[in-house]
């Protein structure tokens, strides 16, 4: 059995491959612009998601700085939201869309919000199965087992799953940033465009990945699934 490495099916990753070049390109160049857009309220990123938050209902949920640049995130088991160093502080448009975002995480996570909670559950899952399907599905090319990479292949398939529940999440949390940055007047309607501008860049990484993992399944079908009858 040829190793699958090189092979026409490659070909089927392109689209997602230019995909994902054009929206880590667009997501750095975006943010760059706004980043530099200072929001007429002068509030910082951790002073308007603090006040979100506790708008929300949300005043046991800690706001800390990290260390690195755009690592903001929400992180559901210790309910602590982390801005970055250059979120924390700033008061650009840019800055509060993204902490506004990571916001609509944690009110997802009081509420309670299925899609999160089922990327919750799969997080270990998708994690295990991103790495054990490659060395399974390596063994089973080695070793012509078809039953090792038939498991491998529904591994991957796992990170497919994780994937798509991936965009509800991502999106959902996107709009509740911008209703909750005009509706508490952290941000004006026009600046509330820009902001958008700015997350939508950063949905679009989020399309790339799915893309790239629906793809990458496609081909483990093509190659191996005639082979498993």
């Known amino acids: 059995m040829p190793l699958m490495f090189f092979d026409w099916t490659m070909i089927l990753l392109i689209p997602a491959l230019l995909l994902t070049i054009y929206a880590q390109a667009k997501v750095s160049s975006t943010y760059r612009k706004y980043s530099h857009v200072q929001a007429r309220s002068g509030i910082t990123a951790c002073d308007m998601a603090r006040r979100m938050l506790d ?27 982390r801005l970055s160093e250059s979120t924390y502080s700033s008061t650009s448009v840019a800055a509060l869309g993204v902490a506004a975002h990571e916001a609509g995480h944690a009110m997802q996570d009081q509420e309670s919000y299925a899609p999160l909670k089922i990327r919750n ?6 994690n295990i199965g991103s790495s054990a399907s490659w060395i399974l599905i390596i063994l089973g090319i080695v070793f012509s087992a078809l039953d090792l990479i038939s498991i ?51 949905a ?26």
């Open 55 to 81: 708008a929300h209902g949300l005043t046991h949920v800690r706001v800390e700085a990290v260390r690195g640049n755009l690592t903001d995130h929400y992180d559901p088991r210790t309910k602590v939201l």
């Open 121 to 126: 559950a799969l997080v270990p899952i998708a």
């Open 152 to 202: 491998g292949i529904i591994c991957f398939a796992a990170v497919v799953v994780f994937q798509l529940i991936t965009l509800p999440v991502e999106f959902n949390a996107s709009s509740r940033a911008l209703v909750a940055l005009e509706g508490g007047g952290f941000l004006t309607s026009d600046e509330v465009q820009q902001t958008s501008k700015v997350l939508s860049a950063a």
């Open 204 to 229: 679009l990484t989020y399309v790339a990945a799915a893309l790239t993992a629906i793809l990458q399944l496609l081909r483990l079908l093509i190659l191996f699934g005639d082979r498993r009858e």
